[in-house]
């Protein structure tokens, strides 16, 4: 969670003038609405639920629109009987399988059809859970690794610190796991144009203390898949050389839901016996609302037990491997509903569609000559592009300001360390981002760029402050 500061002596006053149309008030315009409701304590009183409504509404207006958001890799558009079947079961505890069986049944369908999906040996045998997200299936996952090499190494652990090797690039929650849980992170810096973990140096960081190495299957700064084959191949080789077993954890908040419908070919998955779990975003290119997420083991072999808690004060006996308990049923059953609605042939088509007005669009982004493109949106359909080499007069700073002013949210960021020389603009493609809406942005790029071209430097002074980084 984010940390937020008080407001300060904003409430101090006695009360503040009337702040708000007194239309919203009760029939009588006037009647009752001598001073609105504070905003940083309770109010003394009710509302009526119109009038709070509308204060809340009104506020929100002031948001940026989801639809023109190319940050964010969250999905922002359903059908609407999607949305419905939410509504109904917003108030539904995911935890309470006792009381919402056929709840818990549709989570256990879906993970059975992610553990075929992701050719697991015996899809049967496969274990997994929701969660609310890939950083808390991120955070289990890891959990996982860490408790599996304590117990085969309980002569030196405590002792012995673990470590987890991973590039650079990894989501930040994975240095949120390092530092939760006292593991040391073995970080592969960019090298060049190589802007993800290679296979070799993941191989040269392990040790008797690593407890699994992160395998990005797509990554959020560039949307490069990694090679997770060669990164098995490497380890496979380092325990015929030292004896060394290092498991391999696929992070496929994104491409683990578009690799198995448009990379069918690419080997990542369970297909790779080093791999021990997988995780991905139902929220992301799984095409559902904020917030589910789905972790997978191989085996049970692969999920210590003593992680597994059973509570049967809900009634009934539930397993359950979760950071959080409560929370809502409606983003599992928005899954299964997709996975129902789409199919395999849906999925694929959905995805490739996406794929294609990412390329299309980075190809007309080529095409203006002021851009240079790191990636191209051929995996996931995410790309990366910074200014030519001749370009002096603006930066990717510049543009995702100005570009901000017409309503479209394209983050420009530094890359990390071995290329903070390197600043980039980045734009997720998602289902809903059609090729209207991406000749829309390449419309309002060429009304730009000629005022941009006219600058005498760039002006964008705290590039910190310019755009932030939304993976």
């Known amino acids: 969670m984010a940390l937020h500061k008080g407001p300060g002596d904003q409430e101090s006053v006695p009360f503040r003038r009337l702040a708000f149309n007194p239309f919203y008030g009760e029939a009588n315009p006037v009647g009752g609405m001598t001073e609105a409701p504070p905003r940083h304590r309770l109010p003394d009183g ?16 002031l948001d940026g629109n989801s639809r023109l958001n190319l940050a964010t890799f969250v999905t922002t558009w359903m059908e609407p009987q999607a949305g419905v079947l939410m509504g109904e079961c917003r108030d539904k505890n995911m935890i309470d399988k ?6 818990a049944e549709l989570e256990r369908r879906c993970v059975s059809m992610l553990a075929q999906l992701w050719n697991a040996p015996d899809p049967s045998a496969a274990v997994g859970c929701s969660t609310t997200g890939s950083s808390e299936a991120c955070m289990l996952a890891g959990m996982a690794l860490k408790r599996r090499w304590s117990k085969r190494n309980s002569d030196r652990y405590p002792g012995a610190r673990p470590n987890l090797v991973m590039g650079v690039n990894v989501q ?23 802007f993800h973990l290679d296979a070799a140096s993941a191989a040269a960081l392990c040790d008797e203390n690593t407890i699994g190495v992160v395998a990005v299957l797509g990554s959020t700064f560039d949307g490069s898949y990694e090679p997770v084959a060669d990164i098995c191949a490497a380890l496979d080789d380092l325990q015929a050389r030292t004896g ?25 998955d369970f297909r790779l016996p080093r791999v021990s779990s997988i995780n991905t975003s139902g929220h992301k290119y799984g095409l559902v609302y904020p917030g589910v997420g789905w972790a997978l083991w191989r085996s049970a072999d692969e999920l ?75 995996q996931l359909p995410v790309f990366a592009f910074t200014t030519a080499p001749d370009v002096t007069s603006f930066d990717v700073f510049d543009v995702s300001r100005r570009l901000r002013e017409r309503g479209w949210l394209v983050p420009a960021y530094t890359f990390p360390a071995h290329r903070e020389d390197l600043s980039v603009l980045r734009v997720v493609c998602r289902n809903g981002f059609s ?27 705290d590039q910190g402050a310019a755009t932030a980084f939304h993976h």
């Open 46 to 61: 009710p509302l009526p639920p119109a009038t709070a409504y509308q204060l809340v509404h009104d506020e929100l207006m």
């Open 98 to 103: 006792d009381e919402y069986p056929r709840t």
């Open 172 to 194: 930040v929650c994975w240095e949120k796991f390092c530092a939760f849980w006292e593991v040391e992170p073995r970080l592969v810096p960019m090298e060049g144009d190589r």
């Open 244 to 268: 060394l077993d290092v498991p391999v954890h696929v992070d496929g908040a994104s491409g683990g839901m578009i690799a198995p419908f448009l990379d069918e070919d690419l080997v990542w």
């Open 304 to 378: 210590p037990e003593e992680l597994v808690f059973r509570v049967n004060y809900l009634g009934g006996d539930m397993p359950t491997f979760a950071l959080n308990f409560s929370r809502p049923g409606a983003q599992v059953v928005a899954q299964y509903y997709t996975f129902l609605r789409l199919g395999r042939e849906g999925y694929r088509a959905v995805q490739q569609t996406t794929r294609d007005v990412a390329r299309g669009l980075a190809e007309r982004i080529e095409a203006m000559g002021d851009f240079r493109l790191l990636t191209r949106g051929d």
């Open 435 to 461: 090729a209207d809406l991406a000749g829309l942005l390449v419309e309002d790029l060429h009304r730009l760029l000629p005022e941009l071209r006219r600058q005498p430097r760039p002006f964008t002074q």
